[in-house]
């Protein structure tokens, strides 16, 4: 069964620190792996996308990497806003027309002062 | 430009009351989906769409019907509202190919009473 997995389920950080959210998948044929933020009461924005062949991707202060031969992805964010309070989501696709996302249940954020 | 607007944001239904959530984009995607978001789970689609005049089930189907007579809509009906059903339904869509962004609509958050 395709599935996405996250870690941790929510996390607490000081502004300006880093963090890193981990991504662990079983999604096969594996096409593309994305990285979404929601903020609270809005639909999901997508922050990267990395196909099979890409390793890294940066938008920002975001930089999100991944390693197709262990299935897993990280999402590392630099020096934390507090606007970066929210919901991560990682989500995989398979490789099949019209695919669907398959998401994961999301990292809960949060940046205090 | 818009993006994906969904009607409407909130909604209470009574229990067997019908209705549909209509989906709206102005990006000539061909691609549309539908989710719902529950707490502690992650979006789970319930119909998808590939193109005018075609539609396909998802994870979770039962219940809802779906159509796509304009390429620009994609409208979520539920024929026999249950509490079940209370949720939190967002509406997305893309480009066709593997590796197009998904953007997603701002959520209709309904309540089955």
């Known amino acids: 069964k395709n599935q996405v997995e996250q870690s941790p389920q929510s996390l607490i950080i000081l502004e300006g620190k880093n963090c890193t959210l981990q991504?662990?998948?079983?999604?096969?044929?594996?096409?593309?792996l994305r990285w979404y933020k929601q903020d609270t009461g809005r639909g999901p924005v997508s922050l990267t996308i990395?196909?099979?062949?890409?390793n890294t991707k940066s938008n920002g202060r975001y930089t999100a990497t991944l390693d197709a031969d262990t299935k897993q992805s990280s999402l590392h964010i630099t020096a934390s806003q507090l606007s970066d309070s929210a919901s991560y989501i990682c989500?995989?696709?398979?490789?099949?027309?019209?695919?669907?996302?398959?998401f994961g249940k999301g990292t809960t954020l949060s940046v205090s002062s | 430009n818009a993006g994906v607007t969904q009607t409407p944001k909130f909604r209470v239904l009574k229990t067997g009351q019908s209705m549909t959530l209509l989906c709206a984009q102005d990006?000539?995607?061909?691609?549309m989906y539908w989710y719902r978001q529950d707490p502690g789970m992650g979006l789970r689609l319930i119909h998808y769409?590939?193109?005018?005049?075609?539609?396909a089930k998802g994870e979770v189907p039962d219940g809802y019907n779906v159509s796509r007579l304009k390429k620009q809509n994609f409208l979520l009906g539920l024929e026999s509202a249950a509490p079940s059903q209370t949720s939190v339904y967002f509406c997305?869509?893309?480009?066709?190919?593997?590796?197009?962004?998904?953007?997603f609509g701002q959520g209709t958050r309904l309540t089955v009473v």
């Open positions: 997305a869509s893309r480009k066709t190919g593997e590796n197009t962004e998904a953007f």
């Open positions: 991504c662990n998948y079983t999604v096969s044929p594996f096409s593309n």
């Open positions: 990395m196909t099979f062949s890409e």
């Open positions: 989500v995989v696709s398979a490789y099949q027309a019209g695919t669907a996302l398959i």
């Open positions: 990006m000539n995607h061909e691609y």
């Open positions: 769409s590939v193109g005018e005049g075609t539609t």
